[in-house]
């Protein structure tokens, strides 16, 4: 009897063995896949693991349905990264299967709703719950029915979707196997029999009358003297300006014949003559010290200033890689920011580079995944977010990480909770691949790492060209309050500042760290805030429809006209966001055109695109916006940078929240005086004097490392402890608590290491669920696999504790 183990692409703890027969045992190969049926009535698709002959004791296997792949989906690289993802980051295989392959290649069915247009004049008619459904849309292109239930909290979803449907704002859908159809275009070439030289006379002659139809085939002869590829139907007419009626006359009296070609969605041109680059001096250094590094180690950390040219480095160490015929991965922290780094760098490498990214459609995924695999050229070089590193890469020479400090390399939710820049070193050593991580502003773990010779350490301290870094100036808010010189949020020197910038005809980034308009509603009186009933969170203003909303479970009421605690009237808008800031300074600058850029405005395909290209050509001349701003744009003509309120930043509960602070306003600087005019940036604070902020206006890197490394070693964070996160959820506080305690105590009982909880977090009740957090700090020094091993193996009894049973645990290993 002949068997297979399979992954399933579900987060159970092992694998599944079924039945095949001799001829299907033969063929099988370890990464393909195979439709299984599981359960009672469902199919998945498995992927083979094992092949073996060792019938299961405990079960009978069931018969696999059929064979997927004619060759290997996975190969044994990314087999066993895989396995190295679940090990370390304590999740199932089934889990990594499901996130590392476009969903095209799982096939399964189930209903799905997905959103039409909408307008928000239909939002208004919505009720609370379909409202709910809508918002949760806007962030989640589709919906299965389980989730519709959990967002409107009702086991009946259909008189919702019933509603929703007559209103016209969703669609349902069965979704199955998004079945790859390659794009084809249309060419056009000579009938066979006017292939021939001397066939071409006739020809001619018998189009003699047609002046229309002999044109066009002087178009063709012309273009297929210039090129020996073939002339697709598009660039016939482009050429002939004739009407496609005219071209299908010829195809009717048999001169043309028309045929179709697979072509790649995903195609740029590369600008002839552009590939020349010129590094500078302090480039070229860095350059050179970035090989020899290379010969003694693996990984390399490039330290450079903003606006260093840190991009045209990694185009040079590409070119190298590319001429070794091997493959290279450059994660970035943000998909919208590709753009711009996709256009820079196929000036270079042309059709070599390919994108790959969650908000490509599954066709276009699936396409670059079979490039790679292919090891066609045209996907030699993947940019992509942090879903690129699982690609099928066979030939692997080189992984970029730039901005290796974003934390949008780390995956929160779901499982795999895995760190991109951490699990792509992995991966590169499997290939033995170089690793290069790039960024103004390292992490605190990378830095030390490169302090300690664990990676070599390159720096580039200057900017390119004749750019120097701006000047810094602080705002004391608390004084500029104090002497009346606010208007709004902007002080007098601010607003002085962005006049004067703007009568030079330069640009403004103004950073808030907030989107939507006014937060939150106080009581002058007593200070009460107004919170969710369902979850931990205070509720948001929102200014159109005159609610208060929570933005966790979309609860709402209307905005109260008293104080719910002690009945006054006094009431008051609270913190600000990105769409007031744009409104004040409307209010300031009428004559301006301002754009904002925040999740709000650049949700689309494009969205971003439009907007950073309207920025680009000068349409807009102020830019508000978020988090978003401060990941490598690159524009010349900027050279004024706000930073509206620096303690928003600095007063997290989090032990990293004083290294962000640091990088995001020295990455939020970077963006001003990148050309030669000298740039400045404007921080308004309430606490000038902070540290960090210090560290900031000094460009001081190293400054605040030495501190921050200090306080980690003494708090016992990171690097120095591993940090493992387990969070329970459940609707029952009095449960919660118990079982969290009873896990708490399980676990010390078996650690011998400092275990924190069963803490409340911050926010600690979402949808109705209370959540509790326990966090077990393992010094570097002492055995990460074996704590591992009995953290799971206290969740492994935990589970078996019946009235805990429904207690749902998270594990999060570097949470951070
Ligand atoms: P960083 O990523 O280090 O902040 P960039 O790579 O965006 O810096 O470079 C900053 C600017 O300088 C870009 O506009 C880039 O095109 C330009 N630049 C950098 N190096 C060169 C070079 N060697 N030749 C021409 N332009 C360069
Ligand atoms: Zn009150
Ligand atoms: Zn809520």
Redo the contacts with the bound molecule.
């Keep these: 009897m002949y068997f297979i183990d399979v992954i399933l692409p579900l987060a159970l703890p092992q694998n599944f063995t079924y039945r095949v027969s001799e001829a299907e045992f033969e063929y099988l190969q370890v990464g393909m896949r195979v439709a299984v049926p599981f359960g009672k009535s469902k199919m998945y698709t498995g992927l083979v693991v094992v092949l073996h002959q060792n019938e299961p004791l405990l079960y009978e296997a069931k018969e696999i349905h059929q064979i997927i792949d004619q060759i290997p989906l996975i190969n044994t690289y990314q087999l066993q990264h895989w396995e190295w993802i679940a090990s370390y980051y304590m999740c199932t295989l089934g889990e990594v299967y499901r996130c590392a392959v476009p969903s095209a290649f799982l096939l399964e069915i189930e209903t799905v709703i997905s959103a039409t247009a909408f307008s928000s004049a239909t939002e208004a008619q919505l009720t609370d719950e379909e409202f709910l459904v809508v918002e949760a849309l806007k962030s989640q292109a589709v919906l299965k029915i389980h989730e519709i239930a959990k967002i409107t909290n009702k086991k009946n979803v259909v008189p919702v979707l019933q509603s929703l449907l007559q209103k016209q704002v969703i669609a349902i859908n069965e979704e199955i196997t998004e079945t790859y159809t390659p794009k084809t275009i249309r060419y056009i070439r000579l009938a066979e029999r006017y292939q021939e030289e001397d066939q071409l006379i006739g020809l001619l002659d018998s189009v003699q009358k047609a002046l229309k139809q002999k044109e066009v085939l002087l178009h063709f002869f012309q273009l297929q003297a210039k090129s020996s590829s073939p002339i697709s139907l598009k660039q016939l007419t482009e050429a002939s300006g004739a009407s496609m009626a005219v071209i299908k006359s010829l195809i009717d009296k048999d001169i043309f014949e028309d045929f179709y070609l697979q072509t790649d969605r995903v195609s740029f041109a590369a600008k002839e003559g552009e590939n020349k680059?010129?590094?500078?001096e302090a480039?070229a250094q860095a350059f050179h010290s970035i090989e020899s590094e290379f010969a003694k180690q693996d990984i390399v950390l490039l330290h450079?200033?903003?606006?260093?040219?840190?991009?045209?480095i990694y185009i040079k160490l590409i070119e190298t890689v590319l001429q070794q015929g091997k493959q290279i991965v450059f994660l970035v922290p943000e998909i919208a920011l590709t753009t711009q780094l996709v256009s820079?760098l196929s000036a270079y490498f042309g059709n070599k580079v390919a994108v790959f990214h969650s908000k490509y459609s599954n066709n276009e995924r699936v396409e670059v995944w079979n490039q790679v695999v292919a090891q066609s050229e045209k996907a030699q070089i993947v940019i992509g977010a942090r879903s690129a590193m699982f690609l099928p890469f066979s030939n692997l020479g080189l992984v970029l990480v730039d901005e290796e400090h974003e934390q949008t390399f780390k995956q929160q939710d779901p499982a795999p909770r895995y760190h991109a820049r951490d699990a792509a070193i992995v991966l590169a050593k499997s290939h033995q691949a170089k690793v290069l991580l790039g960024s103004?502003t390292p992490s605190l773990e990378s830095y030390y790492n490169a302090e300690k010779g664990k990676y070599g350490k390159v720096i580039l301290s200057e900017r390119?060209?004749n750019a120097t870094l701006p000047s810094i100036e602080l705002v004391d808010l608390k004084d500029a309050y104090f002497r009346k010189k606010m208007t709004g949020h902007f002080s007098a020197a601010l607003i002085e500042a962005i006049s004067n910038t703007l009568a030079e005809d330069k640009q403004v980034i103004l950073f808030q760290n907030r989107r939507g308009f006014s937060p939150i509603i106080t009581c002058d009186t007593c200070g009460h805030v107004p919170h969710c009933i369902q979850c931990d969170v205070s509720l948001t203003y929102h200014k159109q429809k005159n609610q208060l909303r929570c933005h966790y479970c979309g609860f709402s009421m209307a905005n109260p006209t008293s104080c719910h605690a002690c009945s006054s009237s006094h009431l008051s808008t609270k913190g600000f966001g990105t769409e007031q800031i744009q409104q004040e300074l409307q209010l300031l600058f009428p004559e301006t055109k301002i754009g904002r850029m925040d999740q709000d405005t650049t949700s689309g395909k494009y969205g971003f695109e439009n907007l950073l290209d309207k920025f680009k050509n000068k349409e807009i001349s102020i830019l508000v916006g978020t988090q978003m701003l401060a990941k490598?744009l690159?524009f010349?003509q900027v050279s004024l940078v706000g930073i509206m309120n620096a303690d928003a930043l600095l007063y997290h509960p989090d032990f990293r929240a004083f290294e962000r602070s640091f990088q995001l306003m020295t990455q939020v600087a970077?963006r001003s005086g990148?050309s030669n005019a000298l740039g400045k940036v404007m921080i308004q604070t309430y606490t000038p004097q902070h540290p960090i902020i210090q560290y900031v206006c000094r460009n001081d890197y190293a400054g605040m490392y030495t501190e921050q490394i200090k306080e980690r070693e003494v708090f016992q964070y990171p690097p120095f402890f591993k940090l493992i996160k387990i969070t329970l959820k459940h609707r029952d506080y009095d449960k919660l608590k118990q079982g969290s305690m009873w896990l708490y105590q399980l676990v010390k009982q078996h650690l011998a290491l400092p275990v924190l909880g069963p803490e409340e977090p911050v926010i600690s009740r979402i949808r109705n669920e209370y959540l509790r957090v326990i966090l077990i700090k393992i010094p570097a020094q002492s055995s990460l696999l074996g704590t591992k091993k009995t953290v799971q193996k206290m969740l492994d009894s935990f589970e078996r504790v019946g009235q805990f049973k429904a207690i749902k645990v998270a594990l999060n290993v570097d949470h951070y």
């Design positions: 680059l010129q590094l500078s480039q450079g200033v903003t606006g260093s040219g840190k991009t045209e820079r103004a390119f060209g490598g690159d010349d970077g990148r």
